[in-house]
């Protein structure tokens, strides 16, 4: 489904319409034997499962062998005749059935469907929504709803009105409003090529509007430096290398607190907290692509600004440093009082920890809400769990939790 990008300059589009295209002409080679490396870390749920099952088609009508190396598993174990899991350098892998595999790995990595299946004590543990919906619907038990989440008060820090903007003749964001509180911690979402980091870039005077302001903190971002902006919002970008430029991850941290005249947490705490101490004297450029996007999350952490925007943060981290990252930012915006925006197609993580969903469709925000109303509306949106049970239920915890004494 990349028809419509044929005439674009590759340089125009954005990381998931890439990772499309890259794919793409791999598979004009006509291989047969694909080796993917993360092949949907920056697609949205919808482009995924095209990919998915483009390469399924591929396997099953034409013989290509198709080696995937995934942290994303609910994309994926319905598909595989085989499975190995290596959980460190020094264990032992898990080979064998997928299913197989996933019975014997640590519950925070595997999908949520076989997290719920361990959860409720199904045999055959489901691998696919379908099959958990079936599981559910001869086990019997309806989990009670969980409450509503409390809504977050107080005035905005990031406020936008109006905006709009493009590339060139290329219109991406039309007329988008939004508004970020402190102590929220708000998921941006939609489609690939919705305007979801041209609205990050907006934010921080990287982008300039068509019309439209963009207030952060007391800053008008349109009429600011960016070394102004800098000392109030931090950036991620979902390529971190773009951040480094110093020979080790500890001067990367020593340069932003320097330059930006920061206070706050020391750089040695930085690194313990998002375990990067034993990485601190190594280029952060040697690093994998999962500790890059921590070591470029420290960098910006250690200007201790009040606003933070991550895109794509999870790309390249394994299931139990994601959890860490959400339960993480969650604390940060509850107990520091920082706002966090995050473009992400990591809805599993959106549905644990996110406190808002906004949603871009066309360069417009067409929802804005809990995500207790805004993803199960969706279905492309919906995470797994959802999927299976359906109201404002997320994640295994809303079930366990529904279900209190009779889950015994």
């Known amino acids: ?41 920056q697609l949205d749920p919808h482009g995924a499962e095209d990919v998915i099952a483009a390469l399924v088609r591929l396997n099953e009508e034409l013989g290509l062998a198709v080696v995937l190396a995934e942290h994303r598993l609910e994309r994926v174990v319905a598909h595989a005749d085989r499975m190995r899991f290596v959980a460190g350098p020094g264990v032992t892998p ?14 925070v990595s595997v999908p949520p469907v076989v997290a719920l299946g361990r959860a409720m004590g199904w045999d055959p543990l489901p691998l696919t929504v379908r099959a958990a919906r079936a599981a559910a619907e001869e086990d019997g038990r309806r989990p009670a709803s969980p409450p509503a989440d409390p809504a977050i008060g107080g005035e905005p820090v990031v406020r936008v009105a109006g905006l709009a903007t493009g590339y060139g003749p290329r ?18 979402v939609g489609r690939n090529g919705s305007g979801k980091t041209t609205l990050l870039r907006s934010l921080v005077g990287l982008h300039r ?40 991850v500890r001067e990367e941290l020593a340069f932003t607190r320097h330059h930006l005249g920061a206070g706050g947490e020391d ?25 890059r996007q921590r070591a470029a999350l420290a960098a910006i952490l250690a200007g201790g600004p009040r606003v933070l925007l991550l895109d794509e943060p999870t790309r390249g981290m394994d299931a139990a440093w994601k959890r860490s990252l959400g ?26 920890f996110a406190t808002r ?12 809400g809990p995500c207790r109303e805004v993803l199960p509306a969706s279905q492309s949106f919906a995470p797994q769990v959802n999927r299976v049970y359906g109201g404002t239920i997320l994640t295994v915890e809303d079930v366990v939790g529904g279900l209190g004494p009779r889950l015994g």
């Open 1 to 41: 489904d990349i028809a419509h990008l044929r005439h674009r300059e590759t340089a125009t589009l954005s990381g998931g319409e890439r990772q499309r295209v890259a794919v793409a002409a791999a598979l004009a080679l006509q291989p047969s034997i694909l080796v993917l490396d993360e092949p949907t870390s």
């Open 94 to 107: 898990i080979d064998g059935s997928p299913a197989a595999v996933l019975s014997q790995m640590d519950p």
């Open 171 to 188: 219109t991406v964001l039309r007329g988008v409003d939004l508004d970020l509180r402190p102590g929220e911690l708000v998921a941006l």
């Open 209 to 248: 509007p068509v019309r439209g302001t963009v207030r952060v903190g007391p800053h008008d971002a349109t009429r600011t430096e960016t070394a102004t902006l800098a000392r109030v919002v931090g950036y991620v970008p979902q390529q971190p290398d773009r951040l480094f430029f110093a020979p080790t």
């Open 267 to 291: 750089i040695d705490a930085l690194l313990d907290r998002l375990d990067l101490a034993g990485m601190a004297e190594r280029n952060p450029r040697d690093l994998s692509g999962g500790e």
């Open 327 to 352: 339960a993480m930012l969650r604390r940060w915006c509850a107990e520091e009082g920082m706002a966090v925006l995050m473009a992400t197609h990591d809805i599993e993580l959106v549905a644990r």
């Open 357 to 368: 969903v906004v949603m871009l469709g066309d360069g417009e925000v067409i929802a804005d």
